[in-house]
């Protein structure tokens, strides 16, 4: 089993651009969460999906965040316009049948 | 928002000795989960304690949680070099399927 995969790993990108993180969650999970950790204020939820829908968006921070998942195997978070506080490491993650979740590597994010 | 707050922040021992960290949370829960997480990685789930458990072991690993005073603790013996990382609770409740973490305790094993 390959994991949760994201790409790309590391993104630079300037204020203003469109930044968008890809999953792939484990193959059968029908959870997927995205993540943000920041040092300012750790490890935030900010969208979760229940068999490609999604359930709980509150922890979005703005209209400048939005996330998709048009199958069960592929879901994105796209950032439009991005600014320098979007600076973060975004994770994904998927769960089965189990409360645990799998985490993937993360995207490190820097917009300057 | 952050509900698990870990503590210590940091803690340094020396290869051998047991580590202990806290957790504590704020709202009522389904399960309370521990992940590690080495520098520059992922989260790595540890082990998952429900609300009508007191205590579960796993390996080197034990876990205790005290609903009424809305804490748990985690416990690890004969520690490691490689355990060095972040260690990090997070509960799950209140109808939601999402984690709360807390701000984590970052350990270092001492060769």
């Known amino acids: 089993d390959a994991g949760v995969i994201q790409s790309p790993r590391h993104e630079v990108t300037e204020m203003g651009q469109e930044v968008t993180l890809r999953c792939k969650p484990i193959?059968?999970?029908?959870?997927l969460f995205w993540y943000r950790q920041t040092m300012m204020r750790g490890l935030e939820l900010l969208i979760y999906?229940?068999?490609?829908?999604?359930?709980?968006d509150s922890g979005m921070p703005e209209d400048r965040f939005s996330a998709k998942m048009p199958n069960a195997s592929f879901s994105t978070l796209k950032i439009q316009p991005s600014e320098p506080r979007d600076s973060a490491v975004y994770f994904c993650?998927?769960?089965?049948?189990?409360?645990?979740?799998?985490f993937g590597p993360g995207t490190r994010l820097t917009v300057t | 928002s952050q509900q698990g707050e870990e503590d210590p922040q940091a803690l340094s021992i020396q290869e051998g000795e047991n580590a202990t960290m806290n957790c504590s949370y704020k709202?009522?829960?389904?399960?309370l989960q521990w992940y590690r997480q080495n520098s520059g990685r992922g989260l790595v789930h540890l082990i998952l304690?429900?609300?009508?458990?007191r205590e579960k072991h796993s390996g080197r690993l034990r876990v205790t949680l005290d609903t009424s005073k809305k804490s748990s603790s985690l416990l690890i013996t004969a520690s490691r070099a490689a355990d060095t990382a972040s260690y990090f609770c997070?509960?799950?409740?209140?109808?939601?399927?999402?984690?709360?973490f807390g701000k984590g305790t970052h350990l270092i094993i001492q060769p």
């Open positions: 709202t009522s829960i389904n399960n």
């Open positions: 997070a509960t799950e409740g209140g109808g939601a399927d999402g984690l709360t």
């Open positions: 304690i429900r609300s009508n458990e």
């Open positions: 999906f229940n068999n490609n829908v999604p359930i709980d």
């Open positions: 993650a998927s769960r089965g049948n189990s409360d645990e979740q799998y």
């Open positions: 193959s059968g999970h029908d959870y």
